[in-house]
Structure formats: structure tokens, C-alpha cells
């Protein structure tokens, strides 16, 4: 990496997207550097806005995120200007960005926080939706309304938030593990979590999340302005408020999950149908019925690894992200992770001279604390992209800045199948081994509550449900107390912990 003071350079502070990341770290930046102009470069017709900003408690946080037509954020910081056009070419050596309306742009330092894309399983296939902006939450709608049976791939954040959201429309939920939601959960709370997808859904509307998501901005830019063709920022928590997410059918919910398989192969209906003549034989789906007897036509067919095909209007390929580093950054010799992402150290900085880079499109490079990991997430977009403008800010004044305590303890709040989920630090004992212990405490429908040991150490903690134990938890894990008097009273719902420990 780098040395930390390079000679200053002309130009101006250039920030790349209009994501959490980029917003962020420009008005930070503003902030910072009152008397210069900043620079906030995005490809999409829209910004994306922390709104609402509230410190739960230690690393926890709650904010609001807001679509907003970039007029709104130069109104709020003056000395931030917005150029919407994408950047078709760094040129580092140069310290310039070139953009899609032929302007040139110099940089004395720059942050690149252009986010992630879809990482689908078949690219190019017309059937394959991958879900990461607006513009492809709302195709995504349009195709639903139209559909009677769909497949899912993945079993991340986006195929756990559909499975539970979509109404009159049969899903075939197709997941490589043994139980539901690997990124967040283990199999205990996978258990908890699909009985509450198996019983019937209430008909009382999800009550809104904590973190909110709005587009109004959007909306009304997008009547002035139009948005085809532009990448988008990602979505987030709430996204599908709003979106009618209903198929074709009048019943609720009808899933059917297959699980340890993955796609062997997408079969378009002609493709199939002369396969079929080839006499193939398929093997039998999950009503036992050869699919080959399967009555309806479908414009798109899929073979799975355990021989079982599905024919379906579309398939929604939720399969993860990857770092959005391509084409505009070829020819720069960036560190790129085995993710694909821009390596950061712990100053956010890049392994090129004044490149910094934050959100989705990096990768944390730097030694983490031991219950910090990173994820794309909006949370983390958001701290990513503010201690990125103080660290170009320190780095300026030839000043050195402490890591943010944010990175000490890896914290996300969300809601999964309408129950609060509070994820603390290694909370499925993410490079533990064998050697840790696990303390349980469930009441089917109502909590799960997980916590990690080691050496009688809290290392992380999983939290399903209202159970107000979140930051007693987070007090744990950061002060590392040794709880081996404890043992399983640390659960107990009879004992106050908070009397213990707060
Ligand atoms: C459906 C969905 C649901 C999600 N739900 C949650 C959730 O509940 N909780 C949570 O914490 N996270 C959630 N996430 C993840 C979260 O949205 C992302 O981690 C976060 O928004 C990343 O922010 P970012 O600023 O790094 O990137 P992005 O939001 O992707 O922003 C990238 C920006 O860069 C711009 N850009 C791209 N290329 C160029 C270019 N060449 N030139 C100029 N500009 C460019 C884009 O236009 C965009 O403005 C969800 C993601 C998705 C897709
Ligand atoms: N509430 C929240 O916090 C939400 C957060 N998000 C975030 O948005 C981003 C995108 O979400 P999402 O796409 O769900 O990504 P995630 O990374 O959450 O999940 C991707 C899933 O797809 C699986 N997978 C990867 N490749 C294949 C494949 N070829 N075949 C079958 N399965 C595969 C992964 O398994 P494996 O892990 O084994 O590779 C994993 O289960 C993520 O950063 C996510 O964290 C999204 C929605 C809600």
C-alpha cells in the first residue's frame, strides 16, 4: 500500500456514486472542507440520503434512507456540486476521471464508491432477473404480475425478504444448503425462521422496519428527467414496500424449497420441448408428477443438480454481488481482493496514490478486530464512506487518524419474515472452529436468542424477536468479560442480565 503522505496533487475532492457510500462521504467531506468545492460524480439520475440518523447504542445504529434528486443535496451542502454521468475511465497516473459527457475531471484525491452488481448465474439470459435497483426491483414486479410459478436461487438476504413477500405466485426456492438464510443463520435459527414461513402469513400488513427506505424524490426526478440505461444504487431495507409483489394466483403463499442444489442447466421452452422429443427422461418434481406431464407450458425450464426440473415464467437469480470495478477502472493496477473488490487499509485507501474507496466496491484489507467481519451492507456503506472522508481529510493535513470504533464490532439490525434480527459480532462463529460454545434459548414464534462463546468470552450473539437484549450483548462482546461463572443463567429469561451486567 501506499505511503501515507504523498506529495499534494491539483485538482479537486472527487467522490465516485450516488450510493450511501458516496453521499456519505461527500458531505463529510463538505463538511470538512468548507471552502472547497467537492465533487460527487454518479451514473444514476438520483442520490441516495441518510435521513434520521440515530446512534442505538454503542455500534448499533438506525437511519431512514431517501431517494433524492441530487438538487436536494447541493441545496443542503452548497460547496458539493453533482455531475451526473458516469465515469467511462480512470487515469490514475493522471489523476483524472473521465466521464460519459466527454468532460475531464482532475482529482487531488478521490474516493471510488460505485457499488456492486447482481452476480447472476447465467449473464445475458432474458429469464434470469437479478434485483439491485429500482429500475430492476420495479422489472421484476412487472414480470411477477404476469407470472404463476417462479424459481428463486440463493439463499441470502434478497431470496429470504421474496420467499416471505410474495403472494399468488408459486416459488420454487432453490438453496445449495441444508436450511434457509446460510448468510445470516445457522441451522437453529433457519428452524425457528421457517416455521413462521410454513404457518399462515397475518393477514395484518408488516409492520414498517425499522430502518425505512423511500423514493419519493426518485419519483418525481424521474418524471422531469427519465432514467433508462443509468446503473442504479442499491436498495435496502424496505424495499419492497410500495411494490406489489403479487403473481397471478389468488392463494397467499405456496413455497416449495429444494434444498443442497444448484442450476445444472436453463432450458428456453424450444430448447426444451426438442429435448424432450431427444426422449430424455426427466425425473419427477415435487408432486411427483414427471415434469414432461406437466400440462402448462413454461417459457423457461431448469435442471437442477438432483435431476429435478422445473418449468417456470422466470428465474430471480439472488445469488450474491460483486464489486463493481469494471470497465471504467481498467488499466489502473488496483490490489483486488479474492471477492473482486479494491483492497482498502485501515485508512480506506486503495494501492494507488490518492485513491481511496469505500462501500460495496471495496474490499477491508486491513488486520480486523476479531469480532468485526465485513459484508455489503448499507450500514456499513454508510461508516465506509464517512471514515473515508476523514481519513482524506487527516491525509490532507498531513495529520494520522484512529480507526473508527465502528469497525470494532461487526453490528446489523434488519427484519426477516417480520421479526426483528439483531446480528452481533462472530454471530455464527465465523472462524471459531470447534472451539467455541453455543447457548440457545427459543420460544417457537416469538424469540430465538443465540449466544457465542469462547473461553467464556461473548464473541457474537444471534437475536430473532423483541428481545431487548441487544445492547447488555453488545456491552459483552466489546468488554470481554469472562461469563464462565454464568454458564446457561446468561439465558435465562428469569434473571435480569441487565441487573448483572449493565
Ligand atoms: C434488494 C436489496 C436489498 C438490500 N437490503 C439491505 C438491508 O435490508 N440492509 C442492509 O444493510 N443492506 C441491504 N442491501 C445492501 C445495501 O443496499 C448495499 O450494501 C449498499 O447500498 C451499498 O452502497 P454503496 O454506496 O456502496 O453502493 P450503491 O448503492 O450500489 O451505489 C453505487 C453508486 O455508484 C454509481 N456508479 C456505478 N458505476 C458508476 C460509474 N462508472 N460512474 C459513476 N457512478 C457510478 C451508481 O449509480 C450508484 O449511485 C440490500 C441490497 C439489495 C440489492
Ligand atoms: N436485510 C438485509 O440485511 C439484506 C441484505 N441484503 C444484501 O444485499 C446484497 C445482495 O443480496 P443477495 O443477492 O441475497 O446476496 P447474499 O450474499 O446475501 O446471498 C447470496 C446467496 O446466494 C448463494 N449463491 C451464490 N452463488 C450461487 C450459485 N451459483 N447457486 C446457488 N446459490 C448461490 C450464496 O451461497 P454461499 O454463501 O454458500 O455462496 C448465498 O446464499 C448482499 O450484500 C446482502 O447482504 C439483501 C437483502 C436484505
Known amino acids: 500500500m501506499e505511503a501515507e503522505h504523498p506529495p499534494p496533487a ?21 463538511i470538512h472542507f468548507p471552502s472547497e468545492d467537492i465533487l460527487l460524480i454518479t451514473a444514476s439520475p438520483v442520490i441516495k440520503a441518510v435521513t434520521n440518523f440515530k446512534q442505538v447504542s454503542k455500534v448499533l445504529e438506525e437511519f431512514d434512507v431517501e431517494e433524492q434528486p441530487s438538487t436536494l443535496l447541493e441545496n443542503r451542502f452548497p460547496n458539493i456540486k453533482v455531475i451526473e454521468s458516469g465515469v467511462k475511465q480512470l487515469k490514475s497516473e493522471e489523476h483524472c476521471v473521465l466521464t460519459e459527457d466527454g468532460n475531464q475531471h482532475l482529482y487531488k484525491k478521490l474516493c471510488l464508491c460505485a457499488g456492486a452488481k447482481p452476480k447472476l448465474i447465467c449473464e445475458g439470459n432474458p429469464y434470469v432477473l437479478g434485483i439491485r435497483d429500482t429500475d430492476s426491483a420495479q422489472e421484476f414486479q412487472k414480470q411477477l404480475t404476469k407470472a404463476k410459478r417462479i424459481m428463486i ?6 431470496a429470504l425478504e421474496l420467499v416471505y413477500e410474495i403472494e399468488g405466485c408459486e416459488v420454487i426456492w432453490v438453496i445449495k444448503d441444508k436450511a434457509i438464510g446460510n448468510t445470516f443463520f445457522d441451522a437453529g435459527a433457519a428452524e425457528f425462521l421457517t416455521s413462521k414461513l410454513i404457518a399462515e402469513k397475518s393477514e395484518a400488513k408488516i409492520a414498517q422496519k425499522r430502518t425505512r427506505y423511500t423514493t419519493e424524490g426518485r419519483k ?7 432514467s433508462a440505461g443509468n446503473i442504479g444504487s442499491a436498495l435496502g431495507p424496505d424495499w419492497h414496500e410500495g411494490l406489489n409483489l403479487k403473481g397471478t394466483k389468488e392463494f397467499s403463499h405456496k413455497i416449495h424449497i429444494e434444498t443442497m442444489c444448484e442450476v445444472k442447466k436453463i432450458y428456453l421452452q424450444e430448447e426444451f420441448r ?26 423457461v425450464y431448469v435442471e437442477l443438480t438432483n435431476g429435478k426440473i422445473y418449468g417456470c415464467d422466470f428465474i430471480v437469480s439472488a445469488t ?74 487527516a491525509a490532507s493535513v498531513g495529520e ?24 452481533l459480532g462472530k454471530y455464527n462463529a465465523q472462524g471459531l472452529g470447534s472451539d467455541h460454545e453455543l447457548i440457545l434459548r427459543c420460544t417457537k414464534g416469538q424469540e430465538y436468542v443465540k449466544a457465542v462463546l469462547q473461553n467464556g468470552r461473548m464473541m457474537g450473539a444471534v437475536l ?25 443463567d446468561l439465558l435465562d429469561p428469569n434473571i435480569d442480565i441487565e441487573d448483572y451486567f449493565d
Open 10 to 30: 491539483a485538482g479537486q475532492l472527487v467522490v465516485v456514486g450516488g450510493g450511501i457510500a458516496g453521499v456519505t462521504c461527500a458531505e463529510q467531506l463538505a
Open 274 to 299: 426438442i429435448s424432450k422429443k431427444k426422449s430424455l427422461t426427466f425425473p419427477r418434481d415435487h408432486h411427483n408428477q414427471s415434469v414432461t406431464a406437466d400440462k402448462e407450458i413454461w417459457p
Open 400 to 423: 494520522s487518524v484512529d480507526m473508527d470504533f465502528s469497525f470494532e464490532l461487526f453490528a446489523h439490525v434488519t427484519k426477516f419474515f417480520n421479526f426483528k434480527v439483531v446480528l
Open 153 to 158: 436461487i440463493g439463499n441470502g438476504g434478497i
Open 320 to 393: 450474491g454481488v460483486t464489486p463493481n470495478t469494471g470497465p471504467f477502472l481498467c488499466g489502473n493496477n488496483f490490489d483486488v481482493g479474492e471477492d473482486g473488490g479494491l483492497k482498502v487499509n485501515d485508512h480506506m485507501h486503495t494501492s494507488l496514490p490518492d485513491i481511496y474507496a469505500a462501500g460495496d466496491i471495496c474490499t477491508a484489507s486491513w488486520e480486523p478486530s476479531p469480532v468485526w467481519q465485513q459484508m455489503r451492507l448499507w450500514t456499513q456503506a454508510r461508516q465506509m464512506g464517512w471514515y473515508a472522508a476523514k481519513c482524506m481529510a
Open 464 to 488: 430473532i424477536g423483541e428481545t431487548d437484549l441487544e445492547e447488555t450483548f453488545e456491552n459483552l462482546i466489546l468488554n470481554q468479560m469472562n461469563l464462565s461463572a454464568y454458564g446457561e
Open 220 to 226: 418525481k426526478e424521474a418524471q422531469t428527467k427519465g
